[in-house]
């Protein structure tokens, strides 16, 4: 067990929909990244919010946003769902006062679009 | 860019036989090299590390040496189990930025 939670596990919708996934890092991590798992494009990394701020964009649709939270914990928005947005999505946190970026990761969401 | 190339799976071991699963990079500035595991079903757990030249990371019988001079960092273990049957990923970091993956190389033990 990381320490990084994310829900819900599973989410199936349909195209055109909006949904939103969760996570909460571990325990006084202040960055949080997201990456997209896709069989076609491997693991990519979307976002980083670092303490509440976006720190780094990827290869984010503009469909998609995130934001963190006073908490820190972090939500993953996909709206105008397309049948392509189907993926597992992770979530992962790194510890403050370290200098490689060791992250670690959630179990992910699966999201299935219909 | 940054990026990271892994040797193209899947590999399929019997057991206790010797693995090796390439990895080489590219990347701008002085990287951080990462091994990472995806069992089926799960998400990815942190194998191993390695964060300057010749370092040498390892956990659970895997090893792997950043190796400055060729900018590779090859996964080793001396004797695979079944437990061992994964997806593996090579990975890199520069600063406190962004890990960019390989592609992954799916490991099957058979007993």
């Known amino acids: 067990d990381s320490g990084v939670t994310q829900t819900p596990k599973h989410l199936i919708t349909a195209t055109g929909q909006r949904v939103t996934l969760r996570c909460s890092p571990r325990?006084?991590?202040?960055?949080v990244y997201w990456y997209q798992q896709s069989l076609d494009q491997g693991l990519q990394f979307l976002i980083q919010?670092?303490?509440?701020?976006?720190?780094a964009k990827g290869n984010i649709l503009e469909r998609f946003s995130a934001q963190q939270f006073p908490d820190l914990h972090s939500e993953l928005n996909l709206s105008s769902l397309e049948l392509g947005d189907s993926a597992l999505y992770f979530c992962?946190?790194?510890?403050?006062?370290?200098?490689?970026?060791?992250?670690?990761f959630g179990p992910g969401t699966r999201l299935t679009v219909l | 860019g940054n990026s990271v190339t892994q040797m193209e799976g899947p590999v399929t071991l019997s057991e206790e036989a010797f693995l090796t699963i390439n990895c080489t990079y590219t990347?701008?500035?002085?990287?951080?090299l990462f091994w990472y595991v995806q069992y089926p079903g799960e998400g990815l757990q942190l194998l191993l590390k390695?964060?300057?030249?010749?370092d040498k990371g390892s956990n659970k019988g895997f090893e792997a040496t950043y190796r400055k001079e060729t900018t590779s960092f090859h996964l080793e273990k001396g004797s695979v189990q079944v437990s061992d049957s994964a997806v593996y990923f090579c990975?890199?970091?520069?600063?406190?930025?962004?890990?960019?993956f390989g592609q992954g190389t799916r490991l099957t033990i058979n007993p």
């Open positions: 325990s006084g991590d202040l960055s």
């Open positions: 390695a964060t300057k030249a010749d």
């Open positions: 919010y670092y303490n509440g701020e976006e720190r």
């Open positions: 990975a890199l970091s520069v600063g406190a930025q962004k890990l960019v």
């Open positions: 990347a701008t500035g002085y990287p951080s």
């Open positions: 992962a946190s790194s510890p403050r006062r370290i200098s490689y970026n060791e992250q670690f």
